[in-house]
Every structure is written in structure tokens, then in C-alpha cells.
């Protein structure tokens, strides 16, 4: 770590923030914070128990009413305030983010943006929580429908997108009148508590926000949501983890948002541009070192286009830069442990033993981190393991398709449905594939669609509920509607 990067380091409070104090662990206990690119540990973090959490639902349970009753102006001012620190310090916050999570620098700077931006629009949205005024069919009565904060919040964020998963969660719960106890990846806690400083100085009053890194993720969590103070569960993670959570809330029968993991197909037409194609393909397979729940996992390109887009995905992905993300021109940094590195080399391995050819890549790279080469493999038979399951790593796989028919049955042959990508010419085909492709989302000649102010979420074994954009703020509400009568 260089002087200047330690130094960055030092300035985020490493104690857990329950109830606006920061304070060690109840146990004194604390967890190692790993810079995946090197394996050097970082700092220390408050490792937080049982004990912590039932303080911070405590402080989430006192501060409701009042936050509830603070005036949507102020809430979406503090909001204001929370994006303009996220983009004064963009750039310490890119290299604390890239230091404990691996991502190139540049992708960090965006993704400080990125999640800067759902503070603005959360701001926005706190002051348009509209409820509704009408007669009743019969004329009889009155319908006064009005829409009131949820409650206590529990957020769950991984590793992945360090900030914007917070952020993602934290505005529309602030902007609706809700509190929240947020529990991050253990693996990236530091960009979470840089988060809860930078809202404590904006001025979110005491209890609103705790924020609870922990190395024992369900001790923490199941007491939370089996108390009855807790009121709402909103989740970004694993299909497996999500379930779990879903079981768990079931027992106080909590509101829950599930943004869970994806196996995203990118299918390119014999009519498409194929310059676009292989730019789209690049950001969808490369954002974030192919660690995205958006990431193009199965890309399925026409059989008359196939070999000539393979090839030129190849040249691309064997020029990508890989190294620490910290340093200048790198593109492709490590993966978050080695246990990820195993999960990709074993797709890899066993698409290999089925019939595909490494046309790039195919091993671990060089380096005391996590890293693994950008790959694309060709021939990829439809059996292979990796056509099922989430990559998440650097690892374009293509298989070929003849008919629009058969590509729509291939993308669709998953129990994800987060977001598919499309790449065509042809208008109508473009909007009959869109139609029927079973995702949240789709990415028509676009191989980007995460956007604060467009409705992020996926179907099927994807998840619950929609973040950002209009809709956003509605998990963190409730209807009531009152009955007038005697008019
Ligand atoms: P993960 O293992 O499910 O972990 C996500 C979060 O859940 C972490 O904070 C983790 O804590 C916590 N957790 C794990 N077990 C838990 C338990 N028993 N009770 C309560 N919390 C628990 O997922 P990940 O590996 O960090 O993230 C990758 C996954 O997230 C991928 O599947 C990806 O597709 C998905 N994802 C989805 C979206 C979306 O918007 N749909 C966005 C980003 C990522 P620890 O860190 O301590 O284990």
C-alpha cells in the first residue's frame, strides 16, 4: 500500500455506527480487510454480533416516528447534501473501493457516480409521494388512499458494487420515511462505513442508519428479522442466500426485495452491427471484472456471424490490461477470493471437457491476487455447466444458433431472469424477441442498463421487486386508505 493509499485507508472509522455512535463491537472482536489484487490485509474492521444488531434495531425501532413525521423536503435535502459529499470525494472513495474490492480505478470513479446518483434521484422522489382522493362507485362514501413509510429496514448488500448497492437501498428508504439497519459483504465493509459517515455529515439524524459489518452474517441478521420491529427485508446477493432469507422472513411475514443472481443471455442476430455487438458484448461480459449479476453469461451469436464475432471478441478480450486496479491503463483487476477463481476455472475446465476451444485465456493470471485471464471459449455445447450457472468472472462463452426461434428458447431455458441482451437491426424482430425474452430487463443494442432512474430487477429465480426509478421508493411504502362515510 502506498502512503497515499493508506492514508486514505486511516480516515474511514473502522468501529461499527449504530444508533450515530461509532462504537466497537460489544465482543471487542474485529475481522482482516483484504486487498484482493495483492492479499495484503488492509486495516481491521468492529466484527459485529447478536448483541450489536439488537442495538441497532433498537436505535432503528426509536427513530421511526419521528423520522416518519421529518418533512419529505428535508429528508430529500439530506439526500441532496449525501450526493454532493459522494461526488466531492469521489476520488478517495474510487481508490478505498478499488483497494478492498479490486475493481480498476476508473470503475470505481463510475460506480462512486453511479451510486452518488441514486441520492439525487431518491432526493427528488421524497417530495412526489402521492395518495389519492375519489368517490366511491356507490357515491356513498369517500376513498382517502395515502402512502405511509414501511418501518425499520433491514438492507443487505454484497460485495460487488461496494456503494451503489448501498446507496441503491439507503435513498429510497430515506426518501420514503423508513430507518434501516445495514449489514454489508464482509469482504467490502469499508466502502459501507465511508457511506455511513458521509450521511451522518449530511445530517440524517441519529438511529436512522446503522451500519453493522460482521464475519457471521446469519447471527446477525435471523434475530433482526424473527423480532417483529423489523418490518421490511431488502436484499441484493445470491439466489441461494435470498431463499434463505424469504424463508426466514416469512415467520413476521415481512414486505421483501430480492435483487438476486442472474445468467444473462446476449444473443446477436446475423443482421446486427457487429461493431456494436462486440462493444456490447465487451461492457455486458467486462463491467466489473465479469463480477455483475447483469454480466452477459451465455452469449448466443447466429450461425452466419458466429466465427467472425468470436474472433474479434477474442482480440479484444487478449488486449484487456489486467493488474492491480490501481495502477495507471489497468482494465481487468482481480476476482474478490479463491474461491471464486476455483468456481471459474472449474466452468471453464468442464465447457472445455464437453468440446469447447479456448480461443483466449482459459487460466489463472500472474500476480499474488485473484486474478484470472479474460477468456472466450467457442463450440460451447448447450450442456456445458457454465450455460446454467453464474460465472461471475471474465468469461465469454459462445454458442451458436440458427433460428430466432431456437435463440429464444436458449435464453430462456434458465430459472434466472434478470436481464437479457439483444443485438438486431431488424425493428420487429427487435421488439418480438424483447417481448419474449422472460427477464426484468433487456438490453436492446446496449450492453449497459443499470440506471438510477429506470426500474433495475429481475423475474423467475432473479428476484422481488424493482430498484431505482419510479418505482423504487414504493418497497419502502405502504397503502393505507381510509373509508369516509356519512358525506
Ligand atoms: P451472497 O453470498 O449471497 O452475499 C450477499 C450478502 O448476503 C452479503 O452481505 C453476505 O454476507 C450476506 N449473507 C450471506 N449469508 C447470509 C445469511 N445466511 N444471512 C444473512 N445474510 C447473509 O452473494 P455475494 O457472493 O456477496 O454476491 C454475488 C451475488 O449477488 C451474485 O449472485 C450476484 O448475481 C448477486 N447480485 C445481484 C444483484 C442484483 O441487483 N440482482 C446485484 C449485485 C449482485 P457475507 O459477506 O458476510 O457472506
Known sequence: MSDQEARIVAQV?????VGGTWRDSASGATFEVEDPSTREVLCEVADAGKEDALDALDAAHGAQADWARTAPRDRGEILRRGYELLMERQEELAVLMTLEMGKPLPEARGEIAYAAEFLRWFSEEAVRIEGRFSVSPDGKSRFLVMRQPVGPSMLITPWNFPMAMGTRKIGPAIAAGCTMVLKPAHQTPLSALALAGVMAEAGLPEGVLSVIPTTDPGAVTEPLLSDGRIRKISFTGSTAVGRKLLEQSAGQVLRTSMELG????????????????????????????????????RIYAQAG????????LSRRMGALRMGRGLEEGVQVGPLIDDKARDKVQRLVDDAVNRGARVLVGGGPGEGAGHFYQPTVLADVPFAAELSSTEIFGPVAPVLPFETEEEALRVANDTEYGLVSYVYTRDLNRALRVSEALETGMVGLNQGVVSNPAAPFGGVKH???GREGGRVGIEEFLETKYVGIGGI
Do not use: H, Q, W, Y
Request: aromatic content about 8%.
Open 262 to 297: 442472474g445468467n444473462a443471455p446476449f444473443l446477436v442476430f446475423d443482421d446486427a452491427d457487429l461493431d456494436a455487438a462486440v462493444d456490447g458484448a465487451m461492457l455486458a461480459k467486462m463491467r466489473n471484472i465479469g463480477e455483475a449479476c447483469t454480466a452477459a453469461n
Open 305 to 312: 456471424i458466429a466465427e467472425e464475432f468470436s474472433e474479434r
Open 13 to 17: 472509522d473502522k468501529r461499527l455506527f
Open 462 to 464: 432473479s428476484g422481488l
